[in-house]
């Protein structure tokens, strides 16, 4: 089931997100290397582990960080932007950002995605359970499929859910 809104179901998508970082906290974590990559100011900093890595990039006067938690993440800043990626338990988590906006992605689980782009002023987030694929790409509404997931974009005022 996908679920499109705008403004009026807002109330619904945090108390979903609520759910999903839950799920995300009490999610059991397999026996792998942790991986931390802060890029504050200009910065680029890459770990691989055993089943984890992380990369992130930073232009001067942006912040980018990318946590593998035995998971793959990626995160890039430009100036005056923020960009935040976690992945955990097998999941891929992609953000990269634009002047003034702040991507976070969050990506839980095993076959679980999430690309968030910041392209507008403004912050967005995308976070997916196992075998949900969430896309924010700050133009046009995010999309959201597969198992549970949820995205909010301040930059188009939209966002979506997935069930599963």
Do not use: K
Request: charged fraction near 5%.
């Amino acid at each position: 089931m996908n679920i499109s809104f705008t403004r009026r179901s807002a109330a619904a998508l945090i108390g979903a997100g609520t759910a999903v970082c839950a799920l995300a906290l009490v999610a059991p974590e397999a026996a792998a290397a942790d991986t931390a990559c802060p890029a504050p100011g200009a910065a680029a900093t890459s770990v691989t582990a055993a089943g984890a890595q992380c990369s992130a990039t930073s232009a001067g006067g942006g912040a980018a960080a990318a946590y593998g938690l035995n998971g793959s993440a990626s995160a890039d800043a430009a100036p005056t932007s923020l960009s935040l990626a976690i992945a955990q338990n097998g999941g891929s988590a992609t953000s990269s950002s634009a002047q003034l906006s702040g991507p976070a992605a969050i990506a839980v689980g095993p076959g679980a995605t999430v690309t968030t782009i910041g392209v507008r002023p403004g912050l967005a987030i995308g976070i997916a359970g196992p075998g949900a694929s969430v896309l924010v790409n700050g133009v046009t509404g995010p999309t959201c499929s597969g198992g549970l997931g949820f995205a909010g974009d301040f930059q188009t005022f939209q966002g979506c859910l997935s069930l599963g």
